[in-house]
């Protein structure tokens, strides 16, 4: 796993083969989200992703007649802002600077700057795209 300089994970994340998260600077991962790499999860800088959240890159294919897997990789752009127990699902990118509220479930791509939520996730209004900010949060023992 590439982890970026800056970044902080908070207690009890987990992991589905870890070796294929790239994860970039000043970076925050809230406690107990599940990251799988199994078919490329990039987390850009400067993204914030919020507890509970859940990002998966492979799915049941529930027409297959074997119950086949599928899914692609998941893309979060940087200043990205993923709020607390959504999900996210294989072969979505989240574009830079968007946001995905609390709760939601995102099923398709997100625009730049977009702000999405409901299940499944749909477009809410646009954000500002005036940011500069660097996250820089850790607390001893996180």
């Known amino acids: 796993m590439r982890i970026g300089a800056h970044t902080s994970f908070h207690w009890r994340a ?3 083969q870890p070796d294929g998260v790239r994860i970039g600077a000043h970076t925050i991962i809230g406690n107990d989200c599940f990251l799988d790499g199994r078919r490329t999860l990039v987390i850009g800088d400067n993204v914030n ?3 509970h959240v859940q990002i998966f890159t492979l799915e049941h294919n529930p027409d297959a007649h074997d119950f086949a897997v599928q899914g692609g990789p998941v893309v979060i ?3 990205a802002y993923v709020a607390t127990r959504a999900t ?4 979505v990118t989240i574009g830079e600077g968007a946001v995905v509220a609390a709760g939601a479930v995102v099923t ?3 625009a730049p700057y977009a702000i999405v939520g409901g299940v499944p996730a ?4 646009e954000r500002s795209r005036d940011l500069d900010y660097v996250l820089d ?3 001893p023992l996180q």
């Open 14 to 16: 987990t992991f589905y």
């Open 49 to 51: 992703i919020g507890g």
């Open 77 to 79: 752009g940087d200043r």
């Open 88 to 91: 996210i699902l294989p072969g």
């Open 108 to 110: 398709k791509d997100v």
């Open 122 to 125: 749909k477009f809410l209004r």
């Open 137 to 139: 949060f850790h607390l």
